[in-house]
């Protein structure tokens, strides 16, 4: 309800943002949307000493499509993903996820790149980010790095990057012409975060499927992806049995905790069940591009 | 009765008047009690237990009292010096106000600091050092119960185990008869769970202890104001006259702002120590945590039955979980609240039930969520009993009902646990919902659906409610009779104020009750202004909750107008130079018969009240009405609930919901309509998500919105309402109350449904909350 | 301490704030706009929905600092010169409100969606309000509300076409 105090710096240049995550480390905090950090605040759950505001920072606020794919800035909000026709059009495992985010208003602030550094394993983007096989791109005084999404997660809230690192943009590589996914969530209410959520996303190659990504929410540490069903896919004749198969390879991929949500019995049949639907769905719209 | 519908200017009953209330509200112009500011005031934050059962070694809040900004910082031993660290509950128990001895739940009051802001009061509570030495929780009510369980309440004198309260009621020789000339007895065990009735705005008080005055004005988040004012002043000798509570707006009630919390205590007393006005406001976590829970009802039921569906008997036990203090807030004798509505809508001659409470290491409150003291979980019980009779006999669950329900032609009723029901027509509300639902076509649907594996159901909840507590002679809170009052006073301009006892949370009283006067006086309900909630200037009633609005002050309301009429009458006669006899009342003008032309109006009568009246008689057209009902009203109504179930994932959906309400007269359908509508919603929050639960350590699982899940538009269902209006015969107005029909109903309806699309499975019970995840592991187990 | 100036109803305000001091907080106790409460700790309720640079936010889960530079309105910026506008004259009408709690911030919610979409039906209003919660109407007549406005609005927009308005009293459509 009341957060503890703390320094705010509210940088107009990212350098001067490096600088003060150089100076302070771990004692500081990034802010972006703080749809995460500041109800963390407010229960005095975190309590960081400096916050660092990225919201004067010009240039992060940008969705940008290049011949590589999308660049999606830091201060790229949830809403403005909902709202994008070039997302419906090309990129719709991120068109079905973004309105599934949190609640209306939540997604007016939050951003996407917020969320995968918050590394919560109930997050939606992380799944979907896995599935697109997307990539991190991280700043700090000593420079640049680019970091694949398979491998930012280490475990519950916690990621690859430093405490002097911030993420800056993320990069989400331009599917084929001819793919499709899905994002299908199980949650309990608007704004619940996810029971199960399952990101899918097939290219198809001929008749054949190409590369498919397969990634999971909230059935372990962080957002996995399920790679033996990857594998079950690729190159394969797609269809019910296939993709029976890849869901219970999907299942295995789970480790989901049993709490007031359910059995994990029951999340990785919910885990399968998704699997299927999701991946018949984006087989559908691959067809259909 | 007879009513006639008067014209829209005056706005009597049966009109769809737009709430007076409403103008400050959409301007955001309301007053909250956070929108209470004083001068020089305080601001107060509890420090409450981490663990939910342990002895408290030491409290040091030397570095707390430090810090800058911090005024004062109050400990339970501060408390016991003024002889102030337990106070009395609304069962006749004592909860500690801040913990002395032992933390009995998680969440529990234990220090308050008193600072200059609110945020620095918070900073000081992570400043106190408390050494607690834990004690084993005990969270199962049932397992608090057995012999060997540490005993929570050592305390109380005398108390050597975990055993609360016992209760029975009705006849166990005739019950233990019906069943032995039973040929069918169904069986449920079903816990209605623990919920909380969360209004969007959490408890608080400004505590304004003047010492130069002596005047104590709290203003509270209440209920029952009247009823609070004088326990303030049993609790803290403070002498009544000088305690005044002002409730301001209230956002949202529901049963959570009737008991007395200990931080209102703490900030009054903090408030009388420092001669400085203190405020106390919860947060969120701190109201879900602390605060008066609802239901969290074990309970065993056995229908006795014939074989072609005829209901012999009724036998219930049940163990409620009370928490570390009994703080059900209902009439003193009523140790189970009106829980004997048990044998709900049917003619059943025999019933007994008993009840048992436990302490446990949880949260105390009991409190009548929506509902009329636990009124809620017996209709729950007695119709998720009926629905499953239907299936083990293989009648149509509608045809059941039909054949069992109470008659029109045998009202008043006497129920085989002693209540007499006024006035009902349950086979027509019943007729009606299967009506508009299409009830015949979706039974033909289900049965083609099932061949092809889609799990549709239809359940069905035909409840009947207890509200209006209640007749003095068996209703009173803390020995304060269950009455309630109207005072109203006609002014010489012909506007009138009407003064009332009860308290609204968003129930429309200002509009509601100006109808009422409006209909008696044709006064138009735009110029009666209602006044509530504040001890100092209305007269005493024992506040808003149970239904109990429309049936005792409601009625107050109407006899007062009446007997402010028979005086116009006389003061008419006089203006008019005639007999009182020579009068005829014709909607708002006094007409001397045979002389139409010879009249005057309501507005005139008043006037002369203050200017000309006649020399038998006072001046003025005041009184004011303490009306003790002489029964309770029985609302009642059925509920059509239609769901469809992924039989892959459990996750069920709400394609329709019909609901049929006959709550008597409707006084303003639109506002009784908006009721219902929020009472739909949350039975099926209760259904679907609502629910406190505990881990085995005692720690809350859903102590924030996170957790406690509420519905919102999305997940709601599109509620489909009709109406019905059976007059109660005792009631001056017809009317029953109808503020919690709804959640009392409601809830076997959703939960009756899932379970009907299940049930060639063999599916007779799932838990609240239904949750797809129950939903999936009973048709696991059903269909191995 | 940090200094900031805020447009909050087209009114600029100076002031030197704690860094923590939540925008929900700065609007109530500062500005003494009481209008915009506050329902609970976690960003799950919306009771203290403004509008921040024309979007719906929940402004306890906002600092002060943040809304540096930016326009704010508050539920009592609705109303201009004392004329209700039409969702707040809609809730009224239709009974949208009970104890009125979580009415601004529901109101606020609504006219930022009227303003992107003047006509939605109504699974796109109660999509665009599921991050507000209710406990009082169960959202029917909240729905009725939005439609209501959404058509004074459009009669507002286009007076010269009187269009015959549906009574919104009608029983909510079921799916």
């Not at chain 2, 809830?747 to 063999?762: E, F, K, Q, R, S």
């Not at chain 3, 506008?85 to 009970?98: A, D, M, N, R, T």
Request: aromatic residues 6%; glycine residues 8%.
């Amino acid at each position: 309800m009341f957060p503890a105090a703390f320094d705010y710096r509210s940088p107009a240049a990212l350098e001067d943002v490096l600088d003060s995550l150089a100076a302070y480390g771990d004692e500081a905090k990034v802010l972006a949307g703080g749809m995460s950090l500041i109800p963390m605040m407010k229960l005095r759950f975190a309590s960081p000493e400096v916050l660092v505001d990225l919201g004067r920072v010009p240039g992060l606020d940008a969705v940008q499509e290049t011949p590589d794919g999308l660049r999606i800035g830091a201060l790229v909000r949830h809403a403005e993903l909902e709202a994008s026709e070039l997302l419906r059009q090309r990129y719709p495992v991120m068109a079905a996820a973004a309105p599934l985010i949190a609640d209306p208003l939540v997604r007016n602030r939050g951003t996407l790149v917020g969320s995968l550094a918050h590394a919560d394993p109930a997050g939606d983007w992380g799944s979907v980010m896995l599935a697109l096989n997307a990539e991190v791109v991280a700043r700090s005084t000593a420079g640049q790095r680019v970091i694949p999404v398979r491998e930012f997660f280490t475990g519950p809230f916690s990621t690859v990057l430093q405490p002097t690192e911030v993420a800056v943009e993320v990069r989400v590589p331009r599917p084929s012409s001819r793919s499709g996914g899905t994002y299908l969530k199980l949650e309990r209410k608007v704004g619940d975060f996810a029971t199960v959520g399952v990101a899918a996303h097939l290219e198809l190659d001929n008749e054949r499927i190409g590369r498919a990504g397969l990634a999971l929410t909230a059935v372990g540490g962080h957002n996995v992806v399920a790679a033996e069903a990857e594998e079950v896919l690729a190159g394969a004749e797609p269809g019910p049995e296939v993709f029976a198969e890849a869901a219970e390879a999907a299942a295995r991929a789970a480790d989901p905790p049993s709490d007031v949500r359910g059995s994990a019995d029951y999340k990785r049949q919910v885990v399968r069940t998704y699997v299927r639907r999701g991946l018949a769905r984006s087989l559908e719209l691959a067809q259909a591009a | 009765m007879t009513t006639t519908m008067p014209g829209p200017e005056i706005h009597g009953l049966g009109h769809s008047m737009k709430r007076k209330e409403d103008d400050r509200f959409v301007r955001g112009r309301g007053t909250y009690i956070e929108d209470v500011v004083l001068p020089r005031m305080l601001h107060m934050a509890l420090l409450r237990s981490p663990l939910a059962h342990a002895r408290i070694a030491s409290i040091d809040p030397s570095a707390a009292a430090e810090l800058p900004g911090v005024v004062a910082v109050v400990t339970g031993a501060d408390l016991a010096a003024h002889n102030l660290a337990w106070m009395p509950t609304l069962s006749g128990d004592t909860q500690a106000v801040l913990a002395t001895d032992k933390v009995r739940f998680q969440g529990q009051e234990v220090a308050a600091v008193v600072a200059e802001d609110p945020y620095v009061a918070r900073d000081a509570l992570e400043l106190i050092e408390v050494d607690y030495e834990e004690l084993p929780a005990v969270v199962d009510p049932h397992a608090a119960l057995r012999p060997a369980a540490p005993v929570i309440r050592d305390d109380k004198e005398g108390q050597d185990t975990n055993l609360a309260y016992t209760w029975e009621a009705g006849d166990k020789a005739a019950a233990d008869a019906a069943f032995a000339q039973a040929d069918v007895v169904v069986s449920l065990d079903t816990h209605y769970p623990r919920c909380h009735p969360s209004p969007m705005e959490t408890c608080g008080c400004v505590a304004d202890v003047n010492a130069a005055t002596g005047k104590a004005t709290i203003y509270m988040t209440s209920q029952a104001p009247h009823a609070h004012r004088t326990l303030f002043a049993m609790v803290a000798g403070l002498p009544e006259q000088n305690i005044q509570i002002k409730t301001v707006d209230i956002g949202g009630g529901f049963g959570n702002k009737v008991p007395i919390y200990p931080g209102y205590v703490v900030a009054t007393a903090a408030s009388l120590l420092l001669d400085r006005p203190v405020k106390w406001i919860e947060d969120r976590t701190e109201n879900l945590i602390s605060t008066g829970f609802a239901r969290d009802y074990h309970m065993h039921g056995e229908l006795a039955l014939n074989r072609d569906g005829r209901m012999l008997g009724l036998r219930v036990s049940m163990v409620s979980d009370q928490g570390a203090f009994f703080a059900d807030a209902q009439p003193s004798k009523c140790r189970a609240g009106l829980f004997h509505i048990v044998t709900g809508s049917y003619d059943l001659t025999a019933a007994h039930v008993t009840g048992r409470g436990a302490y446990t290491n949880k949260a105390p409150g009991g409190v009548a969520y929506r509902c009329s003291f636990r009124v809620t979980e017996a209709s729950f019980l007695i119709e998720r009993l009926v629905q499953n009779a239907a299936y083990e006999l293989g009648i149509d669950p509608a045809e059941l009902r039909r054949l069992n329900f109470i008659r029109p032609e045998q009202f008043p009723y006497q129920s085989a646990t002693g209540f007499l029901y006024d006035s009902g027509n349950y086979p027509a509300a019943l007729q009606k919902a299967l009506d508009a639902v299409g009830y015949d076509e979706l039974r033909r649907e289900q049965a083609e659906g099932r061949a092809q594996g889609k799990l549709m159901g239809i359940g069905i909840a035909s409840f009947t409610e207890v509200v209006g507590a209640g007749p003095h002679k068996d209703y009173d809170i803390a020995g304060i009779k269950m009455f309630d009052s109207a005072e109203l006073r006609v002014h010489p301009t012909g506007k009138a104020i009407l003064k009332i006892g009860v308290q609204t949370q968003g129930q429309g009283h200002e509009t509601t009750f100006a109808q009422i006067v409006a209909n008696e006086l044709r006064i138009p309900a735009e110029d009666v202004l209602v006044q509530y909630g504040d001890t100092d200037n209305t007269p005493y009633g024992l506040g808003t909750y149970a239904s109990r609005s429309t049936p005792t002050a409601g009625a107050a309301t109407a006899v007062v107008s009446r007997k402010l009429l028979d005086k116009g009458r006389k003061i008419a006669a006089h203006v008019l130079e005639c007999s009182p006899d020579d009068l005829e009342w014709q909607s708002g003008r006094f007409v001397v018969k045979g002389t139409p032309e010879q009249a005057v109006t309501i507005q005139d009568v008043a006037f002369a009240a203050y200017t000309n009246h006649p020399d038998d008689l006072e001046a003025g057209l005041e009184g004011v009405t303490y009306y003790d009902p002489p029964n309770m009203t029985y609302p009642f109504g059925t509920y059509v609930v239609v769901v469809d179930v992924d039989p892959e994932t459990g996750v069920w959906t709400v394609r329709r919901a019909v609901a049929v309400d006959d709550c008597g007269v409707r006084i303003n359908p639109m506002i009784v309509e908006g009721q219902l509508h929020g009472g739909l919603a949350e039975g099926y929050g209760i259904a679907a998500m609502q629910l406190i639960t505990f881990d085995e350590q005692g720690n809350c699982i859903g102590s924030n919105f996170m957790d406690y899940l509420l519905p919102t538009s999305w997940e709601t269902p599109r509620f489909e309402t009709y109406a019905m209006e059976t007059p109660s015969p005792h009631h001056p107005l017809g009317a029953k109350g109808v503020g919690e029909s709804a959640t009392v109903g409601s809830p076997a309806a959703y939960v009756n449904a899932v379970i009907d699309a299940l049930t060639h499975l063999g599916v007779r019970n799932i838990d609240m909350p239904v949750t797809s995840a129950k939903v999936w592991q009973a048709i696991q187990q059903a269909s191995p | 301490m940090a200094r900031i100036t805020v447009t909050v109803n087209g009114a600029d305000h100076t002031d030197e704030v704690e860094p923590r001091l939540l925008l929900a907080h700065y609007l109530r106790d500062k500005l003494r706009l009481t209008g915009t409460h506050i329902g609970c700790d976690t960003t799950n309720c919306g009771a203290c929905t403004v509008l921040c640079d024309g979007l719906p936010v929940k402004s306890c889960t906002m600092f002060a600092v943040q809304a540096d530079g930016r326009e704010i309105i508050t539920v009592e910026g609705l109303a201009t010169g004392g004329q209700l506008q039409p969702i707040q004259q809609g809730f009224k009408e239709e009974h949208g409100l009970q104890c009125g709690f979580c009415t601004p911030g529901m109101m606020v919610a609504a006219t930022a969606l009227l303003e992107r979409n003047p006509d939605p039906s109504e699974e796109e209003i109660r999509w665009a309000l599921s991050g507000n919660v209710c406990r009082c109407t169960g959202y029917v007549n909240i729905v009725k509300a939005v439609r209501w406005a959404a058509q004074a609005m459009q009669e507002q927009a286009a007076p010269e076409e009187p269009a015959t308005r549906q009574p919104a009293t009608e029983q909510a459509a079921t799916r």
